[in-house]
């Protein structure tokens, strides 16, 4: 748990990072990556996000925000596969 936990964190660094530097690419690969790692509702959030990416830069820096809002305390992470 503590390896998947680990990336998780690196890959919300890289989302931030990349929504920093208006890398759309870059953010959609990290939501693709979490996705992989959570139970619904929040796979269909970042598969919407990883969508955004493609075709509403801005709606996907938004919804980035929301759910690092969202999530910014750790334990709840708990939704982990």
């Excluded at 996000?49 to 910014?72: G, S």
Aim: charged fraction near 30%; charge should be negative; glycine fraction near 4%.
């Amino acid at each position: 748990m503590a390896t998947t936990t680990n990336r998780i964190g690196e890959l919300c660094v890289g989302a931030d990072w990349a929504c920093a530097h208006g890398d759309l690419e870059a953010l959609q690969f990290v939501a693709t990556e979490l996705a992989t790692n959570v139970v619904e509702p929040l796979q269909h959030d970042l598969i919407a996000l990883a969508d955004a990416c493609l075709h509403d830069p801005d709606r996907a820096v938004e919804r980035w925000v929301r759910f690092k809002e969202r999530f910014d305390d750790r334990s709840r992470w708990k939704c982990l596969h």
